[in-house]
T-cell receptor, first 116, second 115 residues
Framework: DVKVTQSSRYLVKRTGEKVFLECVQD?????MFWYRQDPGLGLRLIYF???????EKGDIPEGYSVSREKKERFSLILESASTNQTSMYLC???????????????FGQGTRLTVV | AQSVTQLGSHVSVSEGALVLLRCNYS??????LFWYVQYPNQGLQLLLK??????LVKGINGFEAEFKKSETSFHLTKPSAHMSDAAEYFC?????????????FGSGTRLQVQP
């Protein structure tokens, strides 16, 4: 089974702290993604990566950055946490170039981040 | 522009009744389409996907969906609801005309099953 593991299920951080959310996948997938999930808004794409040291902005990148130093690991960084970043964060991975059968994304369990 | 629209943020059915969750997409090129389910405090699990093969797609737990190009729809159905189906359901697309491999999600529909 594909496994996407997020390092924390719950986090509480203070405003202004630098926050790291870690994600590791064990299926040698090229593509990795970070989403945030908020009630009534579904999942919104923050950043994604198709290769090591490659990153692309998603739909809501402001206030976030990412790092992909190894193929299996994709980190989301909140440079200076703010209360409006309180949310559920979901990491996902997939293989291929977006065409063909192997297009589905596999998700981690999520990290519920509260910024106080 | 909204790529995926899910009609109804909350749907309530009785146990044993038909489940119908609606999803419409907007794209000039038929996308790849997905339905995911999320149980409380869990990540997302794939129910089924459409990738330009058969238009009627069968998934896990008795769910199925039909791709209708003329209606730009991909509605999710299950003939008989079970209490364990209570969860949040997300429709998602990969937009083939953008070259982006990431899923774009609808806003979700929470399904409640009444005994």
């Amino acid at each position: 089974d594909v496994k996407v593991t997020q390092s924390s299920r719950y986090l509480v951080k203070r405003t202004g702290e630098k926050v790291f959310l870690e994600c590791v996948q064990d299926m040698d997938h090229e593509n990795m993604f970070w989403y945030r999930q908020d009630p009534g808004l579904g999942l919104r794409l923050i950043y994604f990566s198709y290769d090591v040291k490659m990153k692309e902005k998603g739909d809501i990148p402001e206030g976030y950055s990412v790092s992909r130093e190894k193929k299996e690991r994709f980190s989301l960084i909140l440079e200076s946490a703010s209360t409006n970043q309180t949310s559920m964060y979901l990491c996902a991975s997939s293989s291929g170039t977006g065409g063909g059968e192997n297009t589905e994304a596999f998700f981690g369990q999520g990290t519920r981040l509260t910024v106080v | 522009a909204q790529s995926v629209t899910q009609l109804g943020s909350h749907v309530s059915v009785s146990e044993g009744a038909l489940v119908l969750l609606r999803c419409n997409y907007s794209s000039s090129v038929p996308p790849y389409l997905f339905w995911y389910v999320q149980y409380p405090n869990q990540g997302l699990q794939l129910l089924l996907k459409y990738t330009s093969a058969a238009t009627l797609v069968k998934g896990i737990n008795g769910f199925e969906a039909e791709f209708k190009k003329s209606e730009t729809s991909f509605h999710l159905t299950k003939p008989s609801a079970h209490m364990s189906d209570a969860a949040e359901y997300f429709c998602a697309v990969i937009l083939m005309d953008t070259g982006r491999r990431a899923l774009t999600f609808g806003s979700g529909t929470r399904l409640q099953v009444q005994p």
